[in-house]
């Protein structure tokens, strides 16, 4: 019989505080997976573009409630001309918009996120957020909008008729994305040249990760995972040694 060739494995485990099932995939959490922004990403054009520096900033990002967004206007206020490259674009014209169906989602400028300081940028290259946030000694989730700082992993709920809710937390897939994830040359849970990190997920991304599930979570999930090692589970995209696109 023939292995699947997306092959995951899960733990699960009830919240202790809430009627809530927690399904963790630990074929991500225990791979070594990282963000190589600038050091090789290709970005998610049709096309490799590395040298544009883009990462997955190019459309512009949405938001998942008013909440999300009072974060990025308390934040914006903070950035100055020196680390925000579109500054006075904003200041003129606005840094978001509101399209017909009520989606708030940041402006593209010139081919992508409005808070993307281009190459060249004397302010440094990258999200204004995120140099703004580390300029200030704080932590640059804390100023972004959270699917900036959530993908490439993603929390999704599912609730069944009785009303309990699965909670999953995984990697982000290109079908997330919609149609359009498909058209991407390049993501980067997909291919081995992300797969360099020095210390598994769930390790790497801890903030992220008790951002959205807490504290207590973590520390069950935290617990089961040090009972595995990488080598048992293995992540699909390193087993299968994928050439690099």
């Given at each position: 019989m023939s292995i699947p060739e997306d092959l995951h494995e899960w733990v699960s485990f009830e919240d202790p505080e809430e009627e809530r099932t927690y399904m963790f995939d630990v074929s991500y959490m225990l791979s070594n997976w990282m963000c190589i922004y600038g050091q090789g990403c290709q970005g998610i054009h049709e096309e490799a573009t590395p040298e544009l520096m883009q990462g997955c900033c190019s459309f512009g990002a949405h938001f998942i409630d008013d909440d999300d967004v009072k974060t990025v206007k308390k934040s914006s206020k903070r950035l100055t001309a020196k680390n925000w490259q579109f500054k006075a674009r904003a200041d003129e014209k606005g840094w978001h918009k509101t399209d017909k169906s009520g989606t708030v989602t940041t402006k593209v400028v010139d081919g992508a996120c409005i808070f993307l300081n281009r190459p060249g940028f004397e302010g440094g290259v990258g999200c204004a957020l995120h140099i703004g946030a580390t300029e200030a000694g704080e932590r640059p989730?804390?100023?972004?909008?959270?699917?900036c700082w959530q993908v490439p992993m993603r929390s999704q709920d599912t609730t069944d008729e009785d009303g309990h809710v699965v909670t999953?937390?995984?990697?982000?897939k290109r079908r997330d994305w919609g149609e359009g994830g498909h058209e991407f040359h390049w993501w980067c849970n997909d291919d081995r040249l992300a797969f360099v990190g020095d210390k598994p997920v769930y390790k790497?991304?801890?903030?992220?990760?008790?951002?959205?599930?807490?504290?207590?979570v973590y520390a069950l999930m935290a617990t089961?995972?040090?009972k595995r090692t990488a080598t048992a589970?293995?992540?699909p995209v390193v087993l299968t040694k994928r050439p690099k696109k």
């Open positions: 989730m804390d100023w972004k909008p959270d699917v999953f937390i995984r990697e982000w790497y991304l801890k903030d992220e990760i008790t951002e959205m599930v807490g504290e207590k089961e995972l040090e589970v293995g992540h």
